[in-house]
């Protein structure tokens, strides 16, 4: 299959084709001229895409990496055939992620006061990963080519303003992660009956917002209320965040299918 048949054939918009296609520029780098290469950051979304390309490239030399685990944001690494994804991941000149840690006193900010800031800077998203926010500071995870302009331009967030250095991955402050278990019974395990219960809503409503385009299910958009959903998979909501199915039961003595489900919050 050609690259044009493969965009073609996978790609469902054209901002998609575009990512998939400098996907498939970073894949030759590595594998025709043995150079290690990678993409910008990826959102889930985004990695979803990708992941299904690599999949039709039969799983290719590569390794996802957002400077910490679980980060949400990735870089996808491609490695020729003479580096490990550990020597990438232990530095050594090849891994690109860096952190830059803000501290302020005083007032309170937010995901969203930083990440205005920083694009405000005139910087792509693609340029930043997860911004690891927590009481008086913020760790941006960054691409190396704009590190040292964010540790001289980014000086203020909201109207705070902020003491920046750069750190080492070690010394990351992921603040921790908050989940809400939900132990419910459905009719079925489709799509609108298992995001009611994740999300609190009557099944209606749910199967309101899967036809309007605001529900993914695995980083994937789903118009589909019907769709079956299994154990693992992680249904997102936009304005009401994730939830992850843990776990899937038997049936209950009234006929419904147990489920257990982790919301974040």
Known sequence: MTK??????????????????????????????GVPSHTGFLSPHERAAVEG????????????????TDAERTVCAFLPDWLEGADWLAGAGYNPIRAVRCSWTGGKLTHRDFLGSILGLGLDREK??????????????????VADFLLLHLDQAGRVKLKVRAI????????????KAVRDTVSSLRLDAVAASGFSLSRGKAADLISSGKVQLNHQECLKPDRPVAEGDVISCRGLGKCVVKEVGGPSKKGRIMIGLERYI
């Open 168 to 179: 080492p991955l070690e010394e990351l402050s992921p603040p921790p992660v908050q989940v």
């Open 128 to 145: 930043v990963g997860d911004l690891l926010v927590g009481e008086g500071s913020c760790d941006v995870l960054t691409l190396e080519d």
């Open 4 to 33: 044009t048949e493969l965009l073609n054939k996978l790609a469902r918009d054209g901002e998609e084709r575009l990512l998939l296609a400098r996907t498939l520029d970073k894949l030759e780098l590595a594998q025709n001229r």
């Open 53 to 68: 390309l690599l999949r039709a490239c039969g799983y290719p030399r590569h390794l996802f990496s957002g400077g910490f």
